[in-house]
């Protein structure tokens, strides 16, 4: 946001509580949708549940498939939230202050959405609480020289401490929407939400040290929760799985992929709300930069692992890799190339950057190349490892595919309901990074 | 001793909250509260207050999900020695993760008790002394001050800047 605005401390309180105003009809008819493809999703689930998971189309030797892509993919696509909230907060990004609680709603509904497939990828979904330490008779516990088991504690922390992290940084600007509104049920649901918050000097001070403990500690969580899930296949003896890239791979993928999301969803939200003042041409710039900056990360990355695989001398790790580009799924490969490092590239242009037309194409490519980069990954590698008798081609099932469109809806339904419950733009730190009413200013 | 008194005067401009939050404090009066739509750095300087203890919470939560972490992961380990491949059945580097994520949990599970106790909970400012306007444009500062001395703290309210003025009686 540039120093000229014309923007008053009261017009942002007014702008941003206009933004939750009774839903127009447009907003019904998106969340009717989203439902229709939630209840979608959910008969797929029923199905397999009563039939089993012979449905979910997993034949020898492929038995991890579109519910472990599914669910890397929104994990990953949740790491850019915490990245523009904490990681920017720390370094005093400016370009953060507009985006970042749309960012922050993202990873948290995206880890709702992630959370639900190792759950549907068991065979007996109803004993998954298995996975978690609790006491039982015959003091059996959980293994935890397993990833999976690092897994559940990386993505359960993930959860809370996002969703704390998203809550508390709301409580200056609840407090302002709770002085705003005038019915009584919104009123009771605000304050209870804004802790009783004043806005005293106390307040101010107290919520600022936590806030900034807070971006601490969500810091080096980012970085390690998407190590772990990378290592749930980087510890497994798979030839394209086994390698020590994979953590500063998948984590650098999923902040690409984050925010490739973000600006999907900021654009449209943008022009809707007519937020033009608030989500500048700057701050689209410094997401493209980095959305740049990654693509070359997992650009760097695709060539090394061809490199790995040749260094190594592994005959088994380099057919993976011939396979790959060559196999039967070599236009998945392609795609994923294309999307993720190709397609970013005219981003090096600041004209593009600041094309938002054009910006909001690329970020959609984006989403489909990291969504064909965890099935590539996952998929490829499986179905060729080490015994040619065991090769095996795996095929998504229409109930695989029932799912996954259900959690895209699951996802956007949550959205929806943020955008017309929660403020979607921080008040208070859009008032921070405006200049301070002075006398001499009149 | 008379009872205490609050006086409010709510302003426009941030300076001049600077400049009644001075004057108030040559004038011998320590028990100010400044009320804002977004933190003033300037007021945190001249309103001296003691550093957040929410350090102490973090500190302690980060400290007890590690210590956590070290127990559950290596007592049930040695709940049940069986020994695979020889190798040792307390491992150390796979529970450094464990170790690791709880620190953070736990740590940010303390520092939201530290918001809630020191933020929330002690020392809130009397209900009486709000104004709406606090969350959307406009400054309050508040003074404690015994009755006889109200008329020279409205003075100093008013001589600032002060838009409105107002009196009320606060417990304590």
Not at chain 1, 83 to 111: C, G, K, P, Q
Not at chain 2, 16 to 26: F, G, I, N, P
Not at chain 2, 74 to 84: D, G
């Amino acid at each position: 946001m540039s120093q000229d605005t014309n923007l008053t401390y009261s017009r942002v309180t007014t702008d941003i509580v206009r933004m939750l105003d009774k839903p127009t009809v447009k907003w019904w008819t998106l969340f009717m949708i989203s439902l229709s493809f939630v209840g979608i999703g959910l008969i797929c689930f029923i199905y397999q549940v009563y039939v089993g998971l012979g449905v979910a189309g997993y034949r020898h030797p492929v038995f991890w498939g579109t519910y472990i892509t599914n669910f890397v993919f929104w994990v990953g696509i949740a790491h850019s939230g915490t990245l523009i909230s904490a990681i920017l907060y720390l370094f005093r990004a400016r370009f953060r202050m507009s985006i970042y609680r749309i960012a922050e709603a993202m990873t948290v509904f995206a880890v709702l959405t992630a959370g639900l497939f190792p759950i549907m990828h068991l065979g007996r979904p109803w004993n998954f609480y298995w996975l978690f330490p609790y006491p039982n008779q015959r003091e059996l516990w959980i293994n935890f020289k397993s990833p999976l088991i690092w897994d559940v504690f990386a993505v359960s922390t993930y959860l809370t401490v996002s969703s704390l992290f998203f809550l508390i940084g709301m409580i200056p600007d609840i407090a302002a929407i709770r002085d705003r509104v005038t019915d009584k049920p919104r009123k009771l649901m605000y304050s209870i939400l804004s802790f009783g918050w004043k806005g005293s000097n106390w307040e101010w001070l107290h919520y600022g040290r936590a806030y900034l403990y807070f971006a601490a500690l969500a810091t080096p969580l980012v970085l390690s929760v998407h190590s772990v899930v990378s290592w749930d296949f980087a510890m497994g003896n798979v030839p394209g799985w086994h390698t020590t890239i994979f953590a500063p791979y998948f984590v650098a993928g999923a902040i690409f992929s984050g925010l490739g999301l973000v600006i999907s969803l900021t654009i449209p939200i943008r022009k809707i709300f007519h937020l033009e003042e608030y989500i500048t041409l700057d701050n689209y710039d410094g997401m493209a930069k980095l959305i740049m900056f990654t693509s070359g990360i997992v650009g760097y990355a695709y060539g090394v692992e061809f490199f790995m695989a040749w260094y190594s001398s592994s005959p088994f790790e380099w057919q993976q890799f011939m396979y790959r580009v060559t196999g039967e799924y070599a236009l998945f490969y392609w795609i994923m190339v294309i999307c993720n490092v190709v397609i970013p590239i005219p981003l090096w242009f600041s004209k593009v950057r600041r094309n938002l037309k054009l910006l909001f194409i690329i970020s959609l490519f984006i989403n489909i190349g990291m969504w064909f980069e965890r099935f590539n990954i996952i998929v490829i590698s499986l179905s060729r490892d080490f015994d040619p008798a065991a090769f095996g081609i795996y095929k998504i099932s229409w109930v695989e595919a029932g799912i996954t469109v259900g959690s895209f809806a699951w996802f956007f339904m949550f959205f929806l309901i943020f955008l017309k419950t929660l403020p979607a733009v921080s008040i208070s730190e859009i008032k921070e990074i405006l200049p301070v009413p002075r006398r001499g200013d009149k | 001793m008379s009872l205490n008194q609050g006086v409010l005067g709510i302003y426009s401009y941030a300076d001049s909250v600077l400049d009644a939050v001075r004057k108030l404090k040559t004038n011998g009066y320590e028990n100010l509260r400044v009320f804002s739509p977004v933190p003033l750095h300037e007021i945190e300087e001249e309103i001296d207050l003691p550093p957040s203890p929410i350090r102490f919470f973090t500190l302690f939560g980060g400290l007890f999900g590690a210590a956590s972490g070290f127990a559950i992961t290596v007592l049930t380990s040695s709940a049940w020695p069986i020994s695979v491949s020889a190798k040792p059945i307390v491992s150390i580097p796979p529970f450094m993760i464990i170790v690791f994520e709880l620190t953070i949990l736990f740590g940010a599970i303390f520092t939201l008790a530290g918001l809630l106790v020191n933020g929330f909970l002690r020392n809130r400012a009397p209900v009486s002394m709000y104004d709406k306007r606090f969350s959307d444009d406009k400054y309050g500062v508040m003074v404690v001050c015994p009755t006889e001395n109200i008329s020279s703290v409205q003075d100093i309210l008013n001589s600032t800047g002060a838009e409105e003025v107002k009196v009320d009686s606060i417990d304590g």
